[in-house]
Structure formats: C-alpha cells, structure tokens
C-alpha cells in the first residue's frame, strides 16, 4: 500500500489542495457578506430566495472548507463581521443595486465559481476533495441557471446581440 492508496480523509494534502480549500473559504466568507448585502438592495421576493441560497451555499462551503482543514493541522481563514442589517428603503437611490443589476451580479459570480471549482477539482489528488468541489460546482451550476431563468421572465437579461442571419448563408442562397 502507498501513502495515497487508504481513506482519501486520512491522506495527506498536497500544498495546492491545502492552499485551495483555504482560498476557497476565505472566498466564501468574502461571498456570504456581500450575499448579505445585496439582500438588502433587492426588492423582489424571487431574487431574494435566490441570494438566500447563494448565501446559504457558501456558509457551507465555508465550514466543509475549514473542517477539513482543521482536520489536518491547518488553521482556517477568519471570518467576517456580521452586517448590520438595513432596509431597502433606508438605501438612498443612487446608491442602491437595482434588482436587474443583482440579477447578473450573481450569475456572473457562480459562473467564476465554476471556472474555480472545475480548477480545484483538476489539480486534486485526494477524492473526496475533488469530489467536494464537483459538488459545489454543481451547485453553483443550479444556481447561475435558476438566476438566468429568473432574469429571463422579469425582463432583466440583455442579450448580446443575436446573429440572425449570417452572412455567409445570404451569400450562398443569392
């Protein structure tokens, strides 16, 4: 037997996985107050569910990221401060975030996410820390599309423009 050969949990982590799961946390400590924040700027009631589950999946994240680090002698990034909480209407206009700026904001984040996740899980040689950052790449998946599905039936998305005809078919049929 090799030393990578038992428990993936018993094996060591290599310094790209421990520096990762580290990044990561402080990541989402990072997410999970300005998750926080945006709350309090969004006015519909849909959004705000999303930005819950935002905020509840990188408080989950957070914590499966420092157990394990705990877990093999590594002290894990500090936390931050609890935001005091405010009320939409307490936010002046020109400084509040509109709920069609938010909407992207939080798709533009789990797609980041994804590229990060899909990182982490390539560099890995431990399984079930591959296998944690395919689980949270997954999430994070669930919640980008349930942000553009959202976007999409309130009329928040701008599309790029859309190629409807191309030029070289116009060019072909003449």
Known sequence: MGILSGNPKNEPLHYGEAYDLWQFSMAAKGCVSGYRALSFHAGDKE?????????????LEASECDEILVH?????PPGLPER???????????????????????????????VVCSQIMAKCIREDVGALF?????????????????????????????????????????
């Open 134 to 174: 395919a689980k949270y790449h997954a999430t994070k998946a669930a919640l980008g599309l349930k942000s553009l599905r959202l976007a999409k039936e309130k009329g928040w998305l701008i599309p790029p423009p859309l190629q409807i005809v191309r030029p070289e078919l116009e060019e072909a049929r003449k």
């Open 72 to 76: 093999n002698g590594i002290a894990p």
């Open 47 to 59: 959004l705000k569910a999303i930005i819950g589950d935002a905020i509840n999946q990188a408080e």
């Open 84 to 114: 005091p909480e405010a009320k939409l209407e307490d936010i002046p206009v020109g400084a509040r975030f509109a709920d069609q700026e938010i909407a992207p904001m939080l798709s533009a984040d789990m797609a980041a996410g994804l």
